[in-house]
């Protein structure tokens, strides 16, 4: 889970890279940049989460 | 430039205090041994992909953008004229910033990193992760131009280093923190965390003051160079990073004391640290009531996130780095975005901001990640468990810190 999670930090990068090149400007392109970094928080929870059993089973 | 490196020596002192006496030489050497190591790395291998943005790099074409990447600068600084010059002056910079990105990690790996791996991961951090950033960020890269290339206010601002330091190294913190887990003894078998006070809250406070002495520095030269700001702006700098690191303090002294019943003088100190670190990304852009506001949200965020990790994610920092430099950067970031004032264009600026913050958690932190994972399989990170016993201190350099002390009566009793 936790390599998932960094690969959708990834993700959530390479959709902000593809709003700033593609989309022109004005809302779409600022809604595409806000949801790519809201994949990447997605990803950083759930490689924290990840980490969690790992620890409580320690 | 002259006095920013006592931004290294306050946080070294910083680390040191936090963690117990039985590590705290080696803690210090840590600091002297990461930075030595940074600086000759980023001399021979980093600077050549860092440049600056009057140098030579590496650009494609894509979507009918030009993206410049990395720098295509020789190593060694040949080719550098000591002429004072902004090329030299951005190498001189970019040497002391290696050396502070390379101690922030220091302070979540405390007291159970062993010091060779971590020389190999500072070399990791100082030769590919910082300077690929910081070329992007401050080196003329695709970050800095996203003003001119997609209309994104003035591009990606970050004179003092809060992406290219702090979160990076902030971001480094976190991996190594994965990598190591917590110190044994930090979390009971049902997961509730131990307080493992630091040893020294003079040396923490002391460490604090010395660093704001160096932030000035750090931030008034970063303006200079990579944003042009005129010298006669430099007193707004330097109110600025002072009220940031005031503010903070004082908010996370408040949040402190409404939630244990006193202030924390150590969760304080991270306060200072975090509202320092804010200030580096715009400084020189921002009105002085909007560093205060700043300095107030970063102390508050920087308390909290301790208090978060600790306890709820269960990720052990005894030196703060993550919230400090990862969550403080961040907001600083985001901050200057939004608070900024900039001569030229403000529309999209806040994106810009965006945009940079979300290529740290979506390329500088996999990376990272990635690098120290794969180190960690050629050259273990971690201590053994009788070299966490007996304090690093004894177990790699052979002699405490404190001889002429008896500092831990329980490292004395038979067992």
């Known amino acids: ?34 949801a790519g970094l809201a994949v990447e928080i997605l990803g950083l929870v759930l490689a924290i989460r990840a980490h969690l059993p790992v620890r409580t089973e320690r | ?100 990105a390379a101690l922030i990690p220091l302070g979540s790996g405390g007291e159970r990193w062993r010091l060779s791996s971590l020389c190999a991961s500072t070399a990791l951090l100082a030769g590919i992760t910082f300077p690929i950033f910081a070329h992007w960020s401050q080196g003329g890269g695709w ?22 330091i702090h979160v990076t190294g902030g971001l480094t913190a976190l991996a190594i923190a ?8 930090k979390y009971s078998h049902d997961g509730m965390p131990m307080a493992i006070p630091g040893h020294s809250v003079v040396f923490v406070l002391f460490g604090c003051l010395v660093a704001a002495a160096g932030w000035m520095g750090l931030n008034s030269a970063g303006a200079i160079l ?90 052990d920092d005894p030196g703060g780095s993550i919230s400090v430099h990862a969550v403080a950067g961040i907001w600083g970031l985001l901050a200057t975005g939004m608070l900024g004032r900039f001569p030229g264009s403000d529309t999209g600026a806040f994106f810009a901001q965006i945009v940079g913050i979300a290529t740290l958690l979506g390329f500088v932190f996999p990376l990272t990640w990635g690098l120290n994972a794969a180190l960690n399989r050629f050259i273990p990170m971690r201590v053994s468990r009788e070299g966490e016993r007996q304090g690093l201190d004894l177990f790699e350099l052979g002699a405490g810190a404190y001889p002429d002390f008896v500092t831990h009566a329980d490292d004395h009793t038979q067992r």
């Open chain 2, 226 to 315: 990579f944003a042009g700001v005129p010298p006669g702006r430099l007193a707004l700098v330097g109110v600025n990073t002072l009220l940031g690191a005031c503010s903070a303090a004082l908010t996370a002294a408040v949040v402190t004391r409404i939630r244990f019943g006193l202030p924390d003088a150590s969760l304080s100190a991270n306060g200072w640290v975090g509202g320092l670190v804010a200030s580096s990304a715009g400084a020189a852009f921002m009105p002085p009531a909007a560093a205060v506001l700043t300095g107030l949200i970063a102390g508050m965020l920087v308390t909290l996130s301790v208090e978060l990790l600790e306890l709820r994610f269960e990720i």
């Open chain 2, 1 to 100: 430039m002259l006095i920013a490196p006592l931004s290294l020596a306050g946080l070294a002192l910083i680390n040191t205090g936090l963690g117990r006496s039985r590590n705290a030489a080696h803690a210090m050497l840590s600091a002297v041994c990461a930075a030595s190591l940074a600086v000759c790395v980023y001399f021979v291998i980093g600077r050549c992909w860092h440049g600056s943005a009057s140098e030579a790099a590496h650009t494609f074409f894509a979507a009918g953008k030009p993206w410049n990447w990395l720098g295509a600068v020789p190593p060694f600084f040949s080719g550098l004229a000591p002429d004072g010059s902004p090329a030299f002056l951005a190498a001189w910079f970019g040497l002391l910033s290696a050396a502070l």
């Open chain 2, 178 to 185: 994965w990598i190591l887990g917590p110190r044994r003894g």
């Open chain 1, 1 to 34: 889970m936790k390599v998932t999670g960094v690969l959708l930090l990834v993700t959530g990068w390479l959709l902000v890279l593809c709003a700033i090149s593609i989309l022109k400007s004005g809302a779409a392109r600022n809604g595409f940049v806000l």
């Open chain 2, 143 to 164: 970050l800095q131009q996203l003003g001119v290339n997609f209309g994104l206010g003035t591009g990606f601002v970050d004179t003092g280093g809060a992406g290219s």
